[in-house]
């Protein structure tokens, strides 16, 4: 018998199957991947970046109305947006959006601007006539935001939608500050 001959080979000798290399696709597809994380950290880290410094050298006030949120939440508040904001303007951009529609990125740019004056305008200098003329140039920016990212990511617009909500309770916030110091002062 042939099979009595069989001698079995030991384990170290046994022939391996090389590893499958992955093919240039699969390589692209994870360096892509590596890049738009990378990408995505930025577009949220550098809005939230600068609305930290901004609330670090202007969020706090001495004298705070009884009404006023509490300043955490105000400060949360608007940190939270920023970093909404900054991930719907990644996922615009993600798509091209920028390049096909640039007034996205005009009024990306702008509200970002905005936002980040109110701050020093109505903590830092007390002026709210100005933070409230603030108020309404970004809730302008922030429609005009909100529809050319809805035009070219629905999630995009979406998101931005959140922002302008905010908006609106910052400038009722606004509204409130001019009252109660216009009242006073007569």
């Not at 050298?57 to 939440?73: C, D, H, I, N």
């Not at 400060?75 to 390049?99: D, I, K, N, R, Y």
Request: proline residues 5%; aromatic residues 10%.
């Amino acid at each position: 018998m042939a099979s009595q001959d069989i001698k079995l080979r030991p384990k170290h000798h046994q022939e391996t199957q090389p590893e499958p290399q992955p093919s240039t696709k699969q390589r692209k597809t994870g360096t892509a991947a590596r890049r738009g994380l990378r990408s995505l950290s930025v577009a949220v880290a550098v809005p939230v970046g600068l609305t930290l410094l901004d609330i670090f050298f202007f969020g706090s006030t001495r004298r705070k109305p009884f009404y006023f949120p509490p300043l955490w939440a105000l400060h949360g508040a608007c940190l939270a947006t920023s970093a909404v904001l900054g991930l719907s303007a990644w996922l615009v951009w993600a798509e091209g959006g920028f390049h096909r529609r640039p007034s996205a990125s005009i009024l990306y740019l702008a509200q970002m601007a905005l936002s980040l004056g109110w701050y020093p305008i109505v903590f830092g200098a007390g002026a709210f006539r100005v933070g409230l003329v603030l108020c309404g140039a970004l809730i302008g920016s922030l429609v005009g935001c909100t529809r050319v990212f809805r035009s070219m990511n629905r999630t995009a617009g979406d998101l931005s939608t959140v922002c302008l909500v905010w908006a609106l309770l910052v400038s009722v916030v606004n509204v409130r500050l001019l009252w109660t110091t216009g009242t006073k002062s007569n």
